[in-house]
């Protein structure tokens, strides 16, 4: 499978707690992106990595949020302190910037009880 | 920054017949604009997309149009099927792909 991976699939965690999430973009794509979807929404933009620089960070993105793309391959994104409002689920994208289309993988379900 | 509305937010048609999905957008800068296709529990899945320079994309069944000066673009699904069923998002880039601003979604429904 040469799509976006993303794992786990699927995660509870109790509030308070800490929690890190994995993306594997397509192979060579240099783009990675993280967005988070609530039910019933469209994604919204957390932060946007060329290579291993991350160019862009939305204000959404609290200082609990950090994402990370060393040697610009695989991304984590690290939540601390997890908070009821944080139960989303969590998408990654990537794309190149040759053919510019974005494709998602099949997301994160975060659910903080 | 960038404003993207999708209207209706649901759409229910019969099979064979046409839908119609409409976005309109705010930041004129705005170059690429992709639709996606999101099924229950899983990804968005990209659909098609359509650059600023370009005013009309068809594939198979599926097309888009952008007028950009009325900061507009359309999806049009023909011949729709039960298939079809799902949620529909479109999006708006800067900088042909450096960030993405969804619209809220379209569920359609293809009734039998």
């Known amino acids: 499978d040469t799509g976006v991976s993303q794992n786990p699939r699927h995660k509870i965690t109790k509030r308070g707690q800490n929690v890190t999430f994995r993306c594997d973009p397509i192979s060579e794509h240099n783009r990675l992106y993280w967005y988070r979807q609530t039910l019933g929404q469209g994604p919204e933009f957390l932060t946007y990595f060329q290579n291993e620089a991350q160019l862009e960070k939305s204000r959404l993105l609290s200082d609990r949020f950090s994402a990370e793309r060393p040697k610009g391959s695989f991304s984590t994104l690290e939540i601390q302190r997890t908070e009821q409002g944080d139960s989303a689920m969590y998408l990654c994208a990537s794309s190149s910037r040759q053919t510019v289309e974005a494709f998602f993988g099949q997301g994160t379900r975060l659910t903080v009880v | ?112």
């Open chain 2, 1 to 112: 920054g960038e404003n993207v509305e999708q209207h209706p937010s649901t759409l229910s048609v019969q099979e064979g017949d046409s839908a119609v999905i409409k976005c309109t957008y705010s930041d004129s800068a705005s170059n690429y604009f992709p639709w996606y296709k999101q099924e229950l529990g899983k990804g968005p899945q990209l659909i098609i997309d359509i650059r600023s320079n370009v005013g009309e994309k068809k594939d198979q069944r599926i097309a888009v149009t952008l007028n950009k000066t009325a900061k507009h673009f359309s999806l049009h699904i023909t011949e729709t099927q039960p298939e079809d069923s799902a949620v529909y998002f479109c999006a708006a880039s800067l900088n042909y792909g450096q960030n993405f601003v969804f619209g809220p979604g379209t569920r359609l429904s293809v009734l039998p």
